[in-house]
C-alpha cells in the first residue's frame, strides 16, 4: 500500500508518532497483507 492506507501502515505510524515500542505479535492464523 503506497499510499499508507491500510491497518498495518496506519497502527505502526501511530505507535512512532507516539514514541511507543512496537512489539510484532504473530500466531499461526495471522497473514501479512499483500503488498
Known sequence: DEEC???VHRE???A???NCNIIPIMDQHFDW???
Open 5 to 7: 492506507k491500510d491497518w
Open 16 to 18: 512512532l508518532q507516539s
Open 12 to 14: 505502526i505510524g501511530a
Open 33 to 35: 497483507p499483500e503488498v
